[in-house]
């Protein structure tokens, strides 16, 4: 197999694993606080890191370094802005807003990792902002999907920025074990200070059966797909790991829609288009200029 088609391979299993995470965190969110689903979701993480070291393969140790402990600081908000948005949102909401991940990596790209962005890349890169305002639809609950649409926005900032700093932290001395699990014992951290300046340690919902939910949805999402995203990496120009990504949101739409169907207008519909298809430009050129 080629170095170049294992990284696929790895980056398609990640986006597999990932697509069933939000519908989960939605069903757990009904009944858990976003500042507990966010704690349970990093502990979660750790506890399979550690579980996964024991079969003897990717034997976990702390890496204390500067990188990654800011990698530790930006996950930490990005898992906390996503069950914010996830609370507000629908699961096929999330799907499509978090596709704009693909432009904040574009973007901080050439900030961080110098690579260079052409004039197409700038006009996708406009229309797909664009197609956030066309796709968050005024209506009644319009100032509460605008209060998740930023939300939204936001964890995939922090995510993309997480991600960068990963790039730029792996290494052949650095099995993605270790930094999967350091980054998520000072995410704890930094989540647990959160937790308890929102006031959620004393009154913040909390069930077993919502916690369920969201330690299924840790597993999927946030071990297994981001452990396969790692390994992706290893492989992979930072920028082409997000072609097969662009798909995402279609597939989390169809397994979504029944349980948490949206209404579907024509601005909605053409600012999803224009999200996913300038995207998708974005991926397609950046794979033609690798």
């Known amino acids: 197999m080629s170095y170049l088609k294992k990284g ?3 980056n398609f299993l990640s986006v597999l694993a990932l697509a069933v995470g939000p519908l989960l965190s939605k069903f757990g969110l009904l009944q858990i606080s976003p ?6 979701n990093a502990a979660t993480i750790v506890a399979a890191s550690f579980l996964y070291s024991l079969t003897g393969k990717n034997k976990v140790s702390l890496i204390l370094e500067k990188n990654v402990i800011l990698l530790a600081l930006f996950n930490s908000l990005g898992v906390i802005f996503l069950f914010l948005s996830i609370e507000l949102l629908s ?3 999330i799907g499509f807003l978090g596709r704009f991940y693909t432009v904040f990596a574009v973007l901080l790209a050439v900030l961080l990792l110098k690579e260079r962005l052409s004039r197409v890349e700038v006009i996708f890169s406009c229309s797909a902002v664009a197609g956030v305002f066309l796709f968050v639809e005024p209506g009644g609950d319009y100032t509460e999907n ?3 649409s930023s939300f939204a926005l936001l964890y995939t900032f922090f995510f993309a920025l997480t991600n960068i700093y990963i790039k730029k ?3 052949a001395d650095k099995n993605s074990n270790s930094l999967l699990f350091t ?3 000072f995410s704890m951290g930094i989540i647990s200070v959160y937790v308890v300046a929102g006031g959620e340690g004393a009154g913040g919902a909390f069930s077993l059966e919502g916690a369920g939910f969201i330690i299924l949805s840790s ?3 946030g071990f297994l797909g981001t452990l396969l995203l790692y390994e992706a990496l290893k492989y992979l120009r930072f920028s082409i790991a997000n072609v097969t990504r662009a798909f995402s949101p279609l597939l989390l739409a169809i397994i979504s829609y029944p349980f948490f169907p949206i209404e579907i207008t024509l601005k909605n519909t053409a600012g999803a288009i224009l999200i996913v298809g300038s995207i ?3 991926a397609w050129g950046d794979k033609k200029k690798s």
């Open 8 to 10: 696929h391979i790895f």
């Open 280 to 282: 998708l430009f974005l």
């Open 219 to 221: 597993l999927l999402g």
């Open 183 to 185: 980054n998520n014992i």
């Open 35 to 40: 500042g507990y689903a966010a704690l349970i």
């Open 146 to 148: 605008l209060l998740g």
């Open 91 to 93: 699961p096929v909401e």
């Open 169 to 171: 932290t792996m290494s």
